[in-house]
């Protein structure tokens, strides 16, 4: 079965930039996660989705970032313009349900540096 | 109360020794508490989970304690290897919707 697939891996790019990020989850998750991971620190949750509908955005800094997960399967988050401080792992993950029981399954992640 | 609180911060352990992490809780809402294994550039992965109706679950080397009235759990690991040198982390979710982290344990196992 595989996993689920980030790109890019790695993105380097100047403040007041802009980037996006992919993610296809694992075949027939219906909840995918975006999570940022900062050196050193826990995930942190920005959004989930059920399907294609938003279930948690409350911690996503709307200002600058943006996600969408059309036709409820791959999902792209957007930073735009980037901070500084917007440096940090960007992780999805992907769940077969919400609800009770369902393993939490990561990607690799997208390392993201602002200069 | 959304926080999950994680200690220690990094461990030194020799090869063959206990490793223990602890974690705490305030939401009474969760009812899940995965601990997640992530190595250098990968991502988290599932070590292992309990539900508040059980104390203790064991996997291989690994073993959740779970302290539901003092809304604490630990990772213990036994017989701790080389290859289990990574960061752990702590995770808690209500019915299975945002599974809050802890800030993770950088464990060292000295061979």
């Known amino acids: 079965e595989a996993g689920v697939a980030q790109s890019p891996r790695y993105k380097i790019i100047e403040k007041r930039q802009s980037v996006a990020f992919w993610c296809n989850p694992i075949?027939?998750?219906?909840?995918l996660y975006w999570y940022q991971q900062i050196l050193g620190q826990g995930p942190k949750l920005l959004i989930q989705?059920?399907?294609?509908?938003?279930?948690?955005d409350s911690q996503l800094p709307k200002d600058r970032f943006s996600a969408e997960r059309l036709k409820g399967v791959d999902s792209t988050l957007k930073i735009q313009p980037a901070k500084l401080e917007d440096s940090a792992v960007y992780l999805c993950?992907?769940?077969?349900?919400?609800?009770?029981?369902?393993?939490?399954?990561f990607g690799e992640g997208s390392r993201l540096t602002v200069l | 109360q959304q926080q999950v609180k994680q200690s220690p911060q990094s461990l030194i352990v020799q090869k063959g020794g206990i490793s223990i992490i602890n974690c705490a809780y305030e939401?009474?809402?969760?009812?899940?508490f995965p601990w997640y294994q992530q190595f250098p550039g990968k991502g988290p992965a599932l070590l292992i989970a309990?539900?508040?109706?059980?104390s203790e679950k064991k996997e291989g080397r690994f073993t959740i304690s779970f302290n539901k009235s003092a809304k604490q759990f630990s990772l213990h690991i036994m017989d701790s290897q080389p290859g289990d040198s990574a960061t752990y982390f702590c995770?808690?979710?209500?019915?299975?919707?945002?599974?809050?982290f802890g800030p993770g344990t950088r464990l060292s196992v000295l061979p």
């Open positions: 939401n009474t809402a969760f009812d899940y």
């Open positions: 993950a992907s769940r077969l349900a919400g609800g009770l029981g369902g393993e939490l399954f």
């Open positions: 075949s027939g998750h219906a909840t």
């Open positions: 995770a808690a979710t209500p019915r299975g919707q945002n599974f809050v």
């Open positions: 309990i539900r508040p109706d059980v």
């Open positions: 989705f059920q399907n294609n509908g938003v279930v948690d």
